[in-house]
């Protein structure tokens, strides 16, 4: 410092710190040879304290407010200087004003996924991340643990051991809520009051309050969650006969509106309805023949697949060709396979299907 700055702040006798920073915690006032005048004005504004050390030591604080220094207002450094009696010229003494305001927006996340076990799904891996925000509750306990004698410090310089505690602890919570993984977005503010109960304790030992601590998402890794909007998809889907039915009904009438162009217009039209046709067939009739909420075929007995209008159809058990015998959907000359035999046979040559003709009429005379 040179000689103007020292003649300059040999007059400076006001004492303050206009904050213009966003993250500034400490701010030591700067004075050459840390130099006080007695009866200098302090001015400390609201969300601000003031400290005063005297050789590394706490001595005196000031909450907010204007005060002239004299030996009456400044007890405890009095005491030690022994200054029994006015005083009026300069002391030595370290200022820093401390912001207690709140440092809002703060980030924290986990950096890998962290497993946990959950009820449903075994073993999982989540990720998580939110924002809390703090300030300074004991500016003396705040500068002993942390500050030290920096002659500025910011957020940053603390932040990183914010957002580890804040990690380490928010997962312990989770964990110990024993919320299902599939509920944890329903519980975000229980998730998160039951983090802010565990943590508070340990930045009140930095002489730090946490007073807000939010959770903005817990997620899955990206394969478990392809798997779950499967599964979500099954369940919205419902019926997957009544679904292929929809399916097939919305084919026929696009096909119905359109029909000299797409694939018809390749031409392959007329296979493609004749595939069409023979599908959608299967679907309504073995819907209809079986029924959604049918029984399954008895033990033993193998089911038969039949060939309809050149198509192969099925499987279908004995009672269900019955019905399609008395519908006249097959004949006796129908054929028909099941496991086990070597080759396609009339329905009639087949000894399993000898009875289900029996009650079907003969054709019509002239027929």
């Known amino acids: ?55 590394g030591a706490i001595a005196d604080v000031f909450t907010p407010g204007m005060y002239t220094l004299t030996t009456q207002n400044m007890p405890i450094l009095t005491t030690l200087k022994g200054w029994k009696y006015g005083f009026n010229s300069p002391f030595k003494a370290d200022v820093f004003f401390v912001s207690t305001r709140q ?36 500016p003396g306990v705040f500068i002993k643990e942390i500050a030290a004698t920096n002659p500025e410090f910011s957020v940053e310089g603390i932040n990183e051991q914010l957002r580890n505690l804040a990690v380490s602890r928010g997962m312990d919570a989770i964990a110990e809520a024993k919320i299902p993984v599939l509920d ?8 998160s009051a039951k983090i802010t109960e565990k943590i508070r304790s340990e930045f009140n030992e930095l002489g730090l309050e946490l007073t807000k601590f939010l959770i903005e998402n817990i997620s899955l890794p990206p394969e478990v969650e392809a798997a779950l909007d499967k599964r979500s998809s099954m369940g919205i889907v419902g019926n997957l006969g009544a679904y292929a039915q929809y399916q097939a ?46 029984p399954p075929p008895l033990p033993g007995a193998l089911p038969f697949f039949v060939a309809i209008d050149g198509k192969q159809a099925g499987p279908y058990t004995i009672d269900q060709l019955t019905q399609l015998a008395a519908a006249g959907t097959i004949n006796q000359q129908s054929q028909v396979w099941k496991k086990g035999m070597p080759a396609w046979a009339a329905a009639n040559t087949v000894p399993d299907l000898s009875t289900i003709f029996n009650n079907v009429p003969p054709p019509l005379p002239g027929a």
């Open 184 to 191: 944890l977005a329903a519980n975000y503010d229980e998730v």
């Open 249 to 294: 009904a919305n084919a026929m009438e696009e096909a119905a509106k359109n029909p000299n162009g797409g694939l018809a217009g390749a031409g392959l039209g007329a296979g493609l309805g004749m595939a069409i046709g023979g599908q959608v067939g299967n679907v309504f009739q073995n819907n209809t023949v079986q029924g959604n909420d049918g």
């Open 103 to 138: 440092f809002i927006n703060q980030k924290w996340g986990t950096r890998n996924p962290v497993m946990l076990r959950d009820a449903e799904f075994g073993p999982v891996r989540l990720r998580a991340f939110g924002s809390f925000a703090f300030r300074v509750k004991d």
């Open 1 to 55: 410092m040179g000689l103007f700055d020292k003649i300059r702040n040999e007059f400076i006798d006001i004492i303050e710190w206009v904050d213009t920073s966003s993250d500034t915690i400490v701010w030591k006032f700067p004075r050459y040879h840390n130099e006080i005048k007695m009866n200098s004005k302090l001015t400390v504004r609201e969300s601000q304290w003031a400290v005063f050390m005297n050789e």
